[in-house]
């Protein structure tokens, strides 16, 4: 009796520790604050290569002609930025590291982690666990079983799959360069209205050469719903889009983060005009 | 049990997983028209088809008939048909996709022509997407040879249907005032056409001076305006009867006529002693409501398309502007607050925006406004220009535009053009004589 308790109370324990261990999401504390480091590479988006729509394209001038500015300001002081690729090879002194965590703890609200973990390597992400990626696998659920039948429901998803965009496995530069490509591939169907919430999300596997090994609309049940015209539309441009990108020219290394991609096709921006 | 734990791990590892997925914005792309090639239709048995209808070329004037309709949409650039390598027969019965997609076709058209037994001529035609290698339409339309046209303006449609999402509007007419002689002396008939200029027939012999020919939505019916022993009244024609009545019993004259959405009602002013307001009558019972009472100038009414409100122009305000008021008078609200004269607003038939007439600094604009007044957009500008009409999908507008006379008092002609709501393709639509007022009919295959 005394000797089956015991051992109860042993495995129980066990177990306890175990998953206390292995599971990221029992500990309370987030581990995010160790390993984020590369503060100073923040502001690389806003620096996007490729032109904006014309309009746009005034301010972004602008905007460069003052960073411009800055920057002389900058090359005299000591360099503190660390390289763009891989910020997880930099080691870091001790000293240094317990001030970025003291400044971290103090600054902790959602919407910090949410701009600082876009500038975490991929690794670190996998370890990151904050509000927003909840929402995320609440989402991914959704699309696995969520009823679609109601254009409201949606468009919530589409809205929740928009702020979800965190995980970025490549650079900015190389985000880009995606970009322009299928910029080029996509005639926007013109007669589209600009006043309705119309996101096409087309998820592609590529090979290491960068041509496309499968693609397929998520939500493509919707495509053949009666009054959803505009979404079939809008999808079937994006596919061509893809097709006639297709091989992408993608960058020769880091294949394992680009191997799977998600385009979310929105053409709102450009038909408002 | 088992099954909980596995499915549970499961979903934790998968999702962990899914993380990798790189998520990309694409909010741009190239805004050119979407190449179009367009096949000729090719006679399956050129045996069966008679002398006449061989003289006619219907092979080739179906895919130009329809290539005119994609192309003066602006949605649509048509490839040059001397580039297709294919045979049409081949590219309707299995197409190689290569060879289209060789010269930059994303989507192609094929089709073919049949006498039946009946001597009916039956029309097949498939619309193909090259670069995704499928069939993605497919029709076969029956016809009495002669109404060959409608069958493709039908086909245009229906390729519009299935590349933008929104009805088309090619299978329509136009309604207008032929204009001929000169200016003291304007012989003016009611002339109506196909949309794209053909079929032009003259309705009334210029006896009587007529103006604001407007459509009923199902089409049948028109209401005018008409000089009749010098007084202008509203009139009504059946254009399949020909049968001519007056419009109400008023004591003065009644103007600026138009159906509402569902076709039951006219509304139109009315004016006594120099004041005039709006009145609708319903067609069946003849019974007449005044909607407007107000000292000042109150014309150009337009219902909107769910028949809850309607727009018009009053110059209460001391200046011409637009109006929304609800279907039985009450609750009036001025809309239009910008710089310059408003005048005739019509609600679009997908009921988000109001169509009107601008006068800003000597120069006359077409524009667009939200039913708030929000969102005020000017489509385009010239010497003289007024009263547009909507297609019936709400996206392209219908207007006349007169040219600036010479000093001698000739050459002012009026013709007539389209533009859609981009404001950027503005196009003439090509009439025997000069034109004004048009207006464009609902779809007539609906």
């Given at each position: 009796?005394?000797?089956?308790?015991?051992?109860?109370?042993?495995?129980?324990?066990?177990?306890?520790?175990?998953?206390?261990?292995?599971?990221?999401?029992?500990?309370?504390?987030?581990i995010?604050?160790?390993?984020?480091?590369?503060?100073?590479i923040?502001?690389?988006?806003?620096?996007?290569?490729?032109?904006?729509?014309p309009?746009?394209?005034?301010?972004?001038?602008?905007?460069?002609?003052?960073?411009?500015?800055?920057?002389?300001?900058?090359?005299?002081?000591?360099?503190?930025?660390?390289?763009?690729?891989?910020?997880?090879?930099?080691?870091?002194?001790?000293?240094?590291?317990?001030?970025?965590?003291?400044?971290?703890?103090?600054?902790?609200?959602?919407?910090?982690?949410?701009?600082?973990?876009?500038?975490?390597?991929?690794?670190?992400?996998?370890?990151?666990?904050?509000?927003?990626?909840?929402?995320?696998?609440?989402?991914?659920?959704?699309?696995?079983?969520?009823?679609?039948?109601?254009?409201?429901?949606?468009?919530?998803?589409?809205?929740q799959?928009?702020?979800?965009?965190?995980?970025?496995?490549?650079?900015?530069?190389?985000?880009?360069?995606?970009?322009?490509?299928?910029?080029?591939?996509?005639?926007?169907?013109?007669?589209?209205?600009?006043?309705q919430?119309?996101?096409?999300?087309?998820?592609?596997?590529?090979?290491?050469?960068?041509?496309?090994?499968?693609?397929?609309v998520?939500?493509?049940?919707?495509?053949?719903?009666?009054?959803?015209?505009?979404?079939?539309v809008?999808?079937?441009?994006?596919?061509?889009?893809?097709?006639?990108c297709?091989?992408?020219k993608?960058?020769?290394?880091?294949?394992?983060?680009?191997?799977?991609?998600?385009?979310?096709?929105?053409?709102?921006?450009?038909?408002?005009? | 049990?088992?099954?909980?734990?596995?499915?549970?791990?499961?979903?934790l590892?998968?999702?962990?997983?899914?993380?990798?997925?790189?998520?990309?914005?694409?909010?741009?792309?190239?805004?050119?028209?979407l190449?179009?090639?367009?096949?000729?239709?090719?006679?399956?048995?050129?045996?069966?088809?008679?002398?006449?209808?061989?003289?006619?070329?219907?092979?080739?004037?179906?895919?130009?008939?329809?290539?005119?309709?994609?192309?003066?949409?602006?949605?649509?650039?048509?490839?040059?048909?001397?580039?297709?390598?294919?045979?049409?027969?081949?590219?309707?019965?299995?197409?190689?996709?290569?060879?289209?997609?060789?010269?930059?076709?994303?989507?192609?058209?094929?089709?073919?022509?049949?006498?039946?037994?009946?001597?009916?001529?039956?029309?097949?035609?498939?619309?193909?997407?090259?670069?995704?290698?499928?069939?993605?339409?497919?029709?076969?339309?029956?016809?009495?040879?002669?109404?060959?046209?409608?069958?493709?303006?039908?086909?245009?449609?229906?390729?519009?249907?299935?590349?933008?999402?929104?009805l088309?509007?090619?299978?329509?007419?136009?309604?207008?005032?032929?204009?001929?002689?000169?200016?003291?002396?304007?012989?003016?008939?009611?002339?109506?056409?196909?949309?794209?200029?053909?079929?032009?027939?003259?309705?009334t012999l210029?006896?009587?001076?007529?103006?604001t020919?407007?459509?009923?939505?199902?089409?049948?019916?028109?209401?005018?305006?008409?000089?009749?022993?010098?007084?202008?009244?509203?009139?009504?024609?059946?254009?399949?009867?020909?049968?001519?009545?007056?419009?109400?019993?008023?004591?003065?004259?009644?103007?600026?006529?138009?159906?509402?959405?569902?076709?039951?009602?006219?509304?139109?002013?009315?004016?006594?002693?120099g004041?005039?307001?709006?009145?609708?009558?319903?067609?069946?019972?003849?019974?007449?409501?005044?909607?407007?009472?107000?000292?000042?100038?109150?014309?150009?009414?337009?219902?909107?398309?769910?028949?809850?409100?309607?727009?018009?122009n009053?110059?209460?305000?001391?200046?011409?502007?637009?109006?929304?008021?609800?279907?039985?008078?009450?609750?009036?609200?001025?809309?239009?607050?910008?710089?310059g004269?408003?005048?005739?607003?019509?609600?679009?038939?997908?009921g988000?925006?109001?169509?009107?007439t601008?006068?800003?600094?000597?120069?006359?604009y077409?524009?667009?406004?939200?039913?708030?007044?929000?969102?005020?957009?000017?489509?385009?500008?010239?010497?003289?220009?007024?009263?547009?009409?909507w297609?019936?999908?709400?996206r392209?507008?219908?207007?006349?535009?007169e040219?600036?006379?010479?000093?001698?008092?000739?050459?002012?002609?009026?013709?007539?053009?389209?533009?859609?709501?981009?404001?950027?393709?503005?196009?003439?639509?090509?009439?025997?004589?000069?034109?004004?007022?048009?207006?464009?009919?609902?779809?007539?295959s609906?």
């Open positions: 009796m005394y000797r089956s308790v015991s051992l109860s109370v042993l495995f129980h324990l066990g177990f306890v520790l175990l998953t206390a261990l292995t599971l990221p999401f029992v500990k309370k504390e987030p995010t604050a160790q390993q984020l480091i590369a503060i100073d923040i502001q690389i988006s806003e620096k996007t290569q490729i032109p904006f729509a309009k746009a394209r005034e301010i972004i001038e602008k905007i460069k002609k003052e960073k411009k500015k800055e920057r002389v300001v900058t090359k005299q002081a000591p360099p503190k930025v660390t390289p763009k690729e891989k910020p997880k090879l930099v080691p870091l002194p001790d000293k240094l590291k317990l001030k970025k965590q003291e400044e971290k703890k103090k600054k902790q609200n959602p919407k910090e982690v949410k701009e600082l973990s876009r500038q975490s390597s991929e690794f670190e992400k996998k370890e990151l666990f904050d509000p927003n990626k909840i929402a995320a696998l609440i989402d991914k659920s959704k699309e696995e079983t969520a009823d679609i039948q109601k254009k409201q429901s949606l468009e919530a998803t589409q809205n799959d928009q702020t979800v965009n965190l995980n970025k496995g490549i650079t900015l530069s190389q985000e880009d360069a995606i970009k322009a490509q299928i910029y080029k591939c996509w005639n926007i169907p013109l007669g589209l209205p600009f006043d919430n119309l996101l096409v999300r087309i998820r592609m596997k590529l090979r290491q050469d960068g041509s496309i090994l499968s693609s397929e998520l939500d493509h049940r919707r495509m053949n719903q009666p009054g959803q015209g505009y979404y079939k809008l999808a079937e441009s994006a596919l061509r889009a893809v097709k006639l297709d091989p992408l993608m960058p020769s290394t880091g294949y394992e983060k680009w191997k799977d991609l998600q385009l979310n096709f929105d053409a709102k921006e450009m038909l408002r005009g | 049990m088992k099954k909980f734990y596995f499915t549970f791990f499961s979903i590892f998968f999702t962990h997983a899914s993380f990798a997925v790189v998520k990309i914005d694409i909010t741009r792309g190239n805004l050119e028209p190449p179009i090639a367009i096949s000729k239709f090719y006679m399956d048995d050129p045996s069966k088809f008679s002398a006449e209808l061989k003289a006619l070329k219907l092979d080739e004037k179906m895919s130009e008939v329809i290539s005119n309709n994609l192309k003066r949409s602006g949605l649509f650039r048509i490839i040059d048909p001397k580039s297709y390598i294919q045979s049409a027969r081949i590219a309707h019965a299995k197409p190689t996709f290569q060879d289209w997609a060789l010269i930059k076709a994303q989507i192609m058209v094929s089709g073919k022509l049949v006498i039946d037994k009946k001597k009916r001529l039956r029309v097949e035609f498939r619309l193909w997407d090259v670069v995704n290698t499928k069939e993605i339409e497919g029709l076969a339309l029956f016809a009495t040879p002669n109404s060959w046209r409608r069958i493709a303006h039908i086909i245009s449609d229906k390729i519009y249907e299935r590349m933008t999402g929104e088309g509007y090619f299978d329509t007419r136009i309604i207008y005032v032929a204009e001929s002689g000169p200016k003291d002396q304007r012989v003016k008939k009611l002339a109506i056409m196909d949309q794209d200029g053909a079929n032009n027939k003259y309705l210029g006896n009587e001076l007529v103006l020919p407007r459509f009923n939505p199902a089409s049948q019916m028109i209401t005018y305006m008409s000089y009749f022993k010098n007084l202008p009244r509203v009139y009504l024609l059946n254009i399949e009867t020909g049968m001519q009545e007056l419009v109400g019993d008023f004591p003065g004259m009644t103007f600026a006529p138009r159906f509402s959405s569902d076709g039951r009602k006219i509304i139109m002013s009315f004016a006594k002693d004041n005039s307001d709006i009145y609708s009558m319903d067609i069946k019972s003849r019974l007449v409501e005044q909607l407007t009472s107000h000292p000042s100038i109150d014309t150009s009414p337009s219902y909107s398309s769910d028949g809850k409100y309607i727009t018009f009053s110059d209460r305000s001391g200046a011409q502007q637009i109006y929304v008021m609800k279907s039985d008078g009450s609750k009036v609200k001025r809309i239009s607050f910008g710089q004269l408003y005048g005739t607003p019509v609600w679009s038939p997908r988000d925006l109001i169509a009107f601008k006068i800003f600094k000597g120069n006359f077409i524009g667009v406004m939200r039913s708030d007044g929000t969102g005020e957009r000017l489509l385009t500008q010239n010497y003289y220009q007024e009263a547009p009409s297609s019936p999908n709400g392209v507008l219908i207007f006349y535009r040219a600036k006379a010479k000093k001698s008092g000739l050459g002012a002609s009026s013709s007539l053009w389209s533009i859609d709501l981009t404001g950027y393709n503005e196009r003439q639509i090509k009439t025997p004589t000069d034109a004004s007022d048009p207006a464009w009919s609902g779809l007539l609906k």
